[in-house]
Nanobody, 117 residues
Framework: QVRLVESGGGLVQAGGSLRLSCQAP????????MGWFRQTPGEQREMVAM???????NYADSVQGRFTISKSNAGNTVDLQMNSLKPEDTAIYYC???????????WGQGTQVTVSS
């Protein structure tokens, strides 16, 4: 069983910054993409940002220009730098790893991000 190790998150005032990190105990050769989703009560989980193994990135419109996703040189750690946070960014953030093997993906346990107004 693959366990993703998430860190970061917490409580911050609007306009502040937080950084999330996720490490996957996987060979970089087995990873197609890594990133972050978020979910609020009663809502579907939504993609926040993803980075592919070739470095290509994809962001939700709501975070474009405020969040930056990056991965380590080793390729199995992904960070999400979140700036200019807004109360609507409050959610549980989940790390997601999409494997090279078709249909296989892994999820972290989730980390709470709370932005106060």
């Amino acid at each position: 069983q693959v366990r993703l190790v998430e860190s970061g998150g917490g409580l911050v005032q609007a306009g502040g910054s937080l950084r999330l990190s996720c490490q996957a105990p996987l060979s970089v050769l087995s990873i197609k993409a890594m990133g972050w989703f978020r979910q609020t009560p009663g809502e579907q989980r939504e993609m926040v940002a993803m980075i592919a193994n070739n470095g290509g990135t994809n962001y939700a419109d709501s975070v474009q220009g405020r969040f930056t996703i990056s991965k380590s040189n080793a390729g199995n750690t992904v960070d999400l730098q979140m700036n200019s946070l807004k109360p609507e960014d409050t959610a549980i953030y989940y790390c997601n790893v999409k494997a090279m093997r078709f249909g296989v993906e892994y999820w972290g346990q989730g980390t709470q991000v709370t932005v106060s107004s």
